[in-house]
């Protein structure tokens, strides 16, 4: 069984139904479990599947043959059968044996958060590079799931001691999916030694890194600096592989990077097959943070981001420029005068905003709509300032430029 998708297969498939199910706990409030929800409509709508429900249950935690309670179950098993659904979408990750009570109760397909991920991925990843990443992550997450379930792998290798007659298939395909994560582990290893060499190729100059949650609008940003044709759409992770470019601001040459988008509850094991990505954030001497500020969660979105920058990919302290994009989406709902409950945060304007934690960026942050090309010109100032005090200090014997610099002071 192949586990890379083929990219022929969404014009021969119709759109599925899905229902959707989350809890709420004691560490998962109701806002919190709503907004998740949403999220992972979202990623069900990039995958091909129209949401058609929400189901929630609030309960101390997942229950550990089914994920939601019996009454619960048959709940969302009747609606299934009268509704036409044909497939359910649990917000968290599934253990073999719930996934097999599940289907057995509902009789459809059923997904995880992270097999649903999997699935955009193996849609989205274009080159070959991209393509090995998300092989790597669907074995990778596969192989702790074998013995919960059976599935008919192709005997990649032959020869002595591969075909015992008293060998179980689960253990022959346990070793023929390690096999393959070790040969895909090799293959990614060798292509990093050929992108480290390219990194060094670039000399010297300035590598400025877009990074952000998924959706926010990284590559439209990096087609309005660049002018390339970057693909960019309204929906998650629509870039997965890195993308350089050299941009030239006012004769000051830097490279510009576009990497692959953030998520919650994205398992890092799915991060860290996007090696590449993350070597370009390590590497890069300053990060644009671009953020939804239209996302009615757009602080949390940010607090996603600023974890995994400084749990995964080891880049926390970098220098960083906040670009809060989206300004022509904002809205926010002005609160009745006789409304005496606490303010929320769509009942605070965008100037008002501005004035919060935001003012104590000072120069580090820009506010702009990229799409409506709104306040470009103020990004590309502050970018060229960034770039440009770096390459004042690498190139000290460029007096043209370094008078510039010391004009900005």
């Known amino acids: 069984m192949g586990l890379i998708d083929d990219s022929k297969r969404d014009n021969c498939i119709e759109e599925e139904r899905a229902v959707l199910v989350g809890l709420i706990t004691p560490s998962q409030n109701e806002v919190d479990s709503k907004a998740y929800l949403d999220e992972l409509a979202f990623l069900a709508e990039t995958a091909g599947a129209v949401s058609v429900k929400n189901f929630t249950q609030r309960c101390e935690g997942p229950n550990s043959t089914s994920f939601v309670g019996k009454g619960k179950l048959e709940e969302i098993a009747e609606y299934v059968e009268n509704n036409e ?13 719930q996934v097999a009570n599940i289907e057995k109760a509902v009789k459809v397909k059923v997904l995880d958060r992270t097999s649903l991920i999997l699935d955009i991925f193996a849609k989205r990843a274009k080159t070959a590079n991209a393509k090995m990443q998300v092989e790597l992550a669907q074995y990778q997450y596969l192989l702790p799931r074998l013995a919960g379930m059976w599935t008919h792998l192709e005997r990649q290798r032959g020869g ?24 895909l582990k090799q293959k990614l290893a060798a292509w990093d030694k050929q992108k480290v060499i390219q990194r ?12 952000g949650y998924t959706n926010v609008g990284k590559s439209t940003i990096m087609n309005l600096l660049s002018k390339s044709e970057v693909f960019a759409e309204n ?35 799915l991060v860290d097959s996007f090696k590449t990505t993350l070597d370009e954030v390590r590497d890069s001497d300053i990060l644009v943070h671009v953020v939804d500020i239209s996302h009615p969660q757009f602080e949390e979105q940010i607090e996603v ?6 749990e995964v990919c080891g880049a926390g302290g970098k220098d960083m420029i906040m670009v809060f994009n989206k300004i022509d989406q904002f809205s926010y709902v002005p609160k009745d005068e006789d409304d005496l409950t606490p303010r929320q945060r769509e009942n ?7 004035a919060t934690w935001m003012a104590r960026l000072e120069g580090n942050c820009v506010f702009i709509s990229a799409k409506k090309n709104q306040n470009i010109d103020e990004l590309k100032s502050l970018l060229y300032k960034k770039a440009l005090a770096i390459h004042a200090e690498r190139f000290p014997y460029n007096d043209f430029l370094y008078q510039k610099y010391d004009d900005l002071q």
Do not use: C, W, Y
């Open 200 to 211: 060094k190729n670039r000399g010297k100059l300035t590598r400025i890194a877009l990074v």
């Open 160 to 183: 002595i001691g591969m075909r015992g007659p008293g060998e179980e298939q689960i253990e022959t395909d346990r070793r023929i999916v390690k096999t393959k994560i070790s040969l």
């Open 305 to 310: 981001v600023n974890r995994t920058l400084q």
């Open 235 to 269: 929906k998650l992770f629509a870039t997965l592989d890195t993308t350089v470019r050299k941009v030239v601001i006012e004769n000051l040459p830097f490279l510009l990077t576009d990497t692959v988008g953030f998520i919650r509850k994205l398992p890092h094991h």
């Open 85 to 97: 659904i044909n497939l359910v979408i649990f917000d968290d990750d599934l253990s073999p044996k």
């Open 348 to 354: 605070i304007p965008l100037e008002e905003l501005k």
